[in-house]
Nanobody, 124 residues
Framework: QVQLVESGGGLVQTGGSLRLSCAAS????????MGWFRQAPGKEREFVAA????????RYADSVKGRFTISRDNAKNTVYLQMNSLKPEDTAVYYC?????????????????WGQGTQVTVSS
């Protein structure tokens, strides 16, 4: 099994930055793509970013492209999401997830392990 634990969420002002971390334990995730999703109250869970197993390919939702950066350190079994220029509409619970393969697709159905989520709140 794979256990994922997110950290780094909190309250930040508009225009500020946060870095989320996702620490994996159990079976290694180095051979799988990893993704970040978010869910705001009353809204469906949406794709944020994904990174390939080797870290060479990344994908971003249009809403965060240019502001967020996903990265991974396979030696530490950790995935990061650097969030800059945060906006109130970024407020959500952010979830880390392991993909079923190395592709890093944007649909949550292609991920099989999920963290508990970490709250990000951006004040206006």
């Amino acid at each position: 099994q794979v256990q994922l634990v997110e950290s780094g969420g909190g309250l930040v002002q508009t225009g500020g930055s946060l870095r989320l971390s996702c620490a994996a334990s159990g079976r290694t995730v180095s051979t799988y793509a990893m993704g970040w999703f978010r869910q705001a109250p009353g809204k469906e869970r949406e794709f944020v970013a994904a990174i390939s197993w080797g870290g060479g390919i990344t994908r971003y939702a249009d809403s965060v492209k240019g502001r967020f950066t996903i990265s991974r350190d396979n030696a530490k079994n950790t995935v990061y999401l650097q969030m800059n220029s945060l906006k109130p509409e970024d407020t959500a619970v952010y979830y880390c997830a392991k993909a079923r393969d190395e592709m890093g697709r944007g649909t949550p159905q292609t991920y099989d392990y999920w963290g508990q989520g970490t709250q990000v709140t951006v004040s206006s």
